[in-house]
């Protein structure tokens, strides 16, 4: 009997020392670790959540200013696609300038408010009329011989016509522009006649027989024309000047003759 007790209470001591020491438990199951039981503690590290930040999460304050811009561009900094050349200007847009060579073109309109020049090189070059009307300014070369026959229109810009050719240039109007200067020092130029807008407009007439369609520019507010002594002006074409502006060689447009 006596034996009997000793081995009951040294069984409860080894029971008592085991629970003490956390050595286990009646039903406690090593697999649950890696289970996740519910029961038990899971001994795994939880993955971070990708969606979350950590709270001491900063952008560092020595960061370089642009270290945090958008990665597009700002759409200001792009090209602007309205600046292309247009495709009349077929001998390109250099400087700006709208450059056309007319010599074999059924149509010449320059572009609207941009600058525009425009070259008739090849004998009776630009069989169709000039029209500078909606440009920035404008300036029209008649270099081979009998172009521009059709003439040129200014618009309200400045606008430039050289008559280089013999027997070049048809009528040209200045239309309103706001300084136009013709000239032509072709044989035989301008034989169509020159006709001035109201603004101030100058007109050299210094090829031989050069203006033999005369020049009108009486309602101009100042207007100078010049006829050389082989040209056709004064003598034997008219030349038509504000009152009081005529002189020898055409018009004058300086002092009382300049009313611009």
Not at 118 to 147: K, L
């Amino acid at each position: 009997m006596r034996a009997r007790r000793a081995e009951l209470v040294l069984w409860c001591t080894v029971l008592w020392v085991c629970a003490a020491a956390g050595c286990g438990r009646i039903g406690f199951d090593p697999s649950a670790l890696e289970a996740g039981d519910a029961g038990g503690f899971d001994a795994r590290v939880p993955a971070p959540d990708a969606t979350t930040t950590p709270e001491d999460a900063t952008v560092p304050t020595d960061a370089p200013v642009d270290a945090f811009l958008p990665l597009n561009p700002d759409a200001a900094s792009l090209p602007d696609a309205t600046t292309s050349c247009p495709s009349v200007c077929n001998d390109g847009c250099a400087g700006g300038v709208c450059r056309i060579i007319g010599d074999e073109l059924p149509v010449i309109v320059c572009p609207t408010g941009m600058p525009c020049q425009v070259r008739c090189v090849a004998r009776q070059g630009c069989m169709t009329a000039i029209d500078c009307a909606g440009s920035s300014s404008c300036e029209v070369r008649c270099e081979g011989d009998r172009s521009c026959f059709f003439g040129a229109v200014c618009g309200a810009a400045p606008c430039s016509i050289e008559c280089i050719g013999d027997t070049s240039c048809g009528p040209i109007s200045c239309g309103s522009s706001t300084g136009c200067a013709v000239g032509c020092p072709g044989p035989g130029s301008c034989g169509f006649g020159v006709e001035c807008g109201a603004n101030a407009c100058s007109v050299a007439c210094s090829g031989d027989g050069s203006c033999s369609g005369g020049v009108s520019c009486d309602t101009s507010c100042a207007c100078d024309v010049a006829c050389s002594a082989g040209a056709d002006c004064p003598s034997r074409s008219p030349v038509q000047c504000p009152p009081g502006c005529s002189n020898a060689t055409g018009c004058t447009g300086v002092g009382a003759c300049d009313t611009c």
